[in-house]
């Protein structure tokens, strides 16, 4: 069973968008109602490949946790943005390689929590509650979490597909305070909008300003940033389709959709 949460959920308006539901529309999903579909609709026509960039960030994000839970040998692990539910959860890779690693999902889209435990009822080494990631003290603090994650250890935190929703004035704080309280050998997993000069970059972050209101594009170098003095596993921070591919692929050669987000992790030595 999953415990409750600690506060009650948000209000749920199924008239306006919000971040999960219009990903999830994007990714083809059920969980998504005629405003998000709309904005889906509406960020398709402007941005070349948006659609297949959702689907990339879902593949880099099984990639990593892959690599994470196998490789380097991680059993535990904080979800933050973790999104609605769909094919290919954190837990469902990590358990795959490790059936004892441990996944806290967080999400501030109260919808999550609901599709989440219904997910997650049967499954005792996961929870799901809904927080705000601009709060590193509130989330370390929460039950779900403590009750799941012991940050004496080496722990991931995963920000997938969830730092360009982090504007600049908080970012470095609430990043580097997830930072902080992990043990060395643990590591922190990033993917984000990325800003390399394409124009359909800054222009899907303002799109996600005007209608989510928060949405940024950063630079390779200000992604980097957010590593801290972590280290670099290889490839680096690279476009999501050049993150460790099942298969080769031509970094001449990049769909448009494979050039709108960078993908990285690093550890904390
Ligand atoms: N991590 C999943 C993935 O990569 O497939 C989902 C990414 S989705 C693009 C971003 C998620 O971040 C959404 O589910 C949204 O609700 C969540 N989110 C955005 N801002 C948040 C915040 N301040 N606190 C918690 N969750 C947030």
């Not at 448009?256 to 030595?269: C, D, F, W, Y």
């Amino acid at each position: 069973m999953t415990d409750l949460p600690e506060r009650p959920p948000a209000e749920l308006d199924f008239d306006k968008p919000t971040i999960a539901r219009a990903y999830d529309a994007l990714l083809g999903g059920k969980d998504n109602f005629a405003a998000d579909r709309a904005l889906a609709d509406h960020a398709v026509q402007h941005i070349p490949g948006l659609r297949e960039s959702a689907v990339e960030n879902r593949k880099v994000l099984v990639r990593g946790i892959r690599y994470l839970a196998g490789e380097a040998g991680m059993d535990q692990f904080l979800d933050l943005g973790s999104g609605l539910p769909t094919m290919e959860n954190t837990h469902q890779v990590a358990q795959r390689e490790n059936p004892d690693a441990r996944v806290a999902y967080v999400d501030i889209d109260p919808l999550v929590s609901v599709h989440g435990r219904a997910l997650l009822a049967e499954n005792g080494n996961t929870r799901v509650t809904v927080g705000d990631v601009r709060d590193p003290a509130a989330i370390l603090a929460d039950p779900a979490v403590t009750a799941l994650l012991d940050f004496s250890r080496p722990a991931v935190v995963m920000l997938v597909g969830m730092l360009h929703y982090l504007s600049p004035d908080v970012a470095d704080d609430v990043v580097a305070a997830y930072r902080d309280v992990l043990a060395p050998g643990s590591h922190l997993f990033v993917t984000s909008l990325v800003d390399t000069g394409l124009p359909q970059q800054q222009e899907l972050a303002r799109i996600a300003r005007e209608s989510l209101e928060e949405g940024w594009a950063r630079t390779p170098a200000e992604i980097e940033f957010h590593f801290g003095d972590f280290a670099l596993v290889e490839p680096g921070v690279t476009y999501t389709a050049l993150w460790r591919p099942d298969s080769p692929v031509d970094p001449q050669n990049l769909a448009p959709g494979e050039q709108l987000g960078m993908a990285g992790i690093a550890r904390k030595t």
